[in-house]
């Protein structure tokens, strides 16, 4: 039989290869891995027990979920007579009046969609408010479905906008005096839309560098390599390593898709605090649509609901999920305290199935 | 969340939209963003839509050079 792409980059001889080399890597870097899936890959394959001590990869904010404000949460919930659509995960985080999942059990209708498209479906039926969290992978998706919504004008369809943009988040760490990341393996799927075009000011203007990296093992271990390489050679610059689906220019259809209907805006990412420009919000064209507007519901300026939880700096790379006193203690996956620990790429989340 | 798999086009319809077969599950998918995708091409699917074409030369290329970094 023919063995599929993905067996291919699972390969033990090269990968053995791979991590012989770079178990001879001396000096000490940090390098973050952007993406939720990522972090959920290198911890399902054992990575980090395959790398030397002096090779520290750092979760960063790439998950969806654990950047979302307490907020939208607490603000949908107050949506009477509606159905609320949503991706799983999101269900389960804690807002100031309990999860969406408790309001369920309380009687909210709150119903879990594969896809934003899903939602459109349900409209037909009674009033569907979707939470649009996600980023450039995602956001495309729901864009197009917001644009078939005004064609075949279906009026009782909204969509909660909390799109976040990954460059601004990553500029604003390159920027962090307090977090020291010496490279970025930069997320693939955000990048399959984007492209690697974006990144380049992290290493124009910070000299921190990064490769976009693919999520099977031998696409991580090459992503490292390739990350090495410029650290050695003290040239740093975007690469991509997942070159099978990621190109400089990213996908233009879904590029202009998201260009029609959002327009940028600043964003309050959870734990981390406002960030310019790395939001997307829905085109007052488009504003049928736009569930703030629609509702009349304001997102505050702050977000300062965390008990203790320490998921901002674990989402910027200062601690490691182990290092939070909760950790294990009072936050697990069964019962979290903070969104880092619900999502399944959450960074506590992962640790806490992959590495103790 | 970003999460996307692979899957392989098994039928396109004009409007966009084609069937995907995940390894024996078939699915509607919406193909909008990859539109020079074709019958038989793998493609990666996230939330119920194609976000790209798999390319399988670039993925063997990328093995054959590694290969002969480590000389296998
Ligand atoms: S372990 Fe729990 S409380 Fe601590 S940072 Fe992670 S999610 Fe927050």
């Known amino acids: 039989m023919k063995l599929s792409i993905s067996e291919k980059f699972r390969d033990p001889d090269l990968v053995r290869s791979l991590v012989e080399e770079l178990q001879s890597w001396e000096k000490p870097v940090k390098l973050m891995e952007v993406c939720g899936s990522h972090t959920m890959a290198i911890g399902h394959w054992g990575l980090r027990k395959l790398l030397p001590s002096s090779i520290t990869l750092l979760s960063g904010p790439g998950c969806p979920v654990c950047v979302t404000p307490y907020s939208v949460i607490d603000s949908i919930m107050n949506l009477k007579d509606v159905t609320i659509a949503t991706f799983g995960d999101l269900i389960r985080v804690p807002g100031r009046n309990g999860s969406l999942e408790q309001s369920r059990a309380r009687g909210l209708d709150v119903r879990i969609v594969y896809s934003p498209f899903d939602a459109l479906e349900m409209a037909k039926k009674k009033e569907t408010v979707f939470i649009g969290i996600g980023f450039e992978t995602t956001s495309p998706g729901v864009a197009y479905t917001i644009k078939q919504a005004a064609e075949k004008k279906i009026k009782n369809f909204s969509v909660l906008p909390a799109f976040k943009i990954i460059p601004p988040a990553l500029e604003a760490l390159a920027d962090d005096k307090d977090v020291s990341i010496d490279a970025f393996i930069l997320p693939g ?20 560098g990064g490769v976009v990296t693919g999520f099977e093992p031998l696409d991580i271990l090459n992503g490292i390599r390739m990350l090495l390489r410029q650290i050695q050679e003290k040239d740093p610059r975007i690469e991509i390593e997942y070159k099978w689906v990621v190109h400089k220019d990213g996908n233009p259809q879904a590029k202009a898709i998201l260009d029609e209907i959002f327009t940028v805006e600043d964003s309050l990412w959870r734990g981390i605090g406002k960030i310019n420009r790395s939001g997307l919000t829905i085109r007052d064209e488009f504003s049928d649509y736009n569930a703030l507007k629609k509702y009349n519901l304001t997102l505050p300026e702050k977000d300062d609901f965390d008990k203790g939880c320490r998921c901002g700096d674990v989402l ?5 999920p182990k290092e939070c006193p909760l950790f294990k203690v009072k936050c697990t996956p069964e019962n979290p305290i903070g969104a880092c620990m619900v999502s399944s790429e959450g960074s506590c989340a992962a640790y806490y199935k992959y590495e103790e | 969340m970003c999460l996307a798999i692979p899957g392989k086009i098994i039928k396109k319809d004009k409007d966009e939209k084609g069937i995907v077969d995940f390894g024996g599950v078939e699915k509607e998918i919406i193909l909008t963003f990859v539109p020079e995708a074709e019958i038989g091409d793998w493609v990666l699917i996230h939330t119920g839509f194609g976000i790209q074409i798999i390319s399988e030369d670039e993925a063997e290329e990328t093995i054959r050079i590694l290969n002969e970094a480590f000389d296998q």
């Not at chain 1, 799927?189 to 921190?208: N, Q």
């Not at chain 1, 910027?316 to 490691?320: E, Q, R, S, T, V």
Request: hydrophobic share 30%.
């Open chain 1, 189 to 208: 799927h955000v990048s399959a839309i984007l492209g690697s075009e974006p990144y380049r000011v992290l290493s124009e203007k910070y000299r921190t």
């Open chain 1, 316 to 320: 910027k790379g200062k601690i490691i």
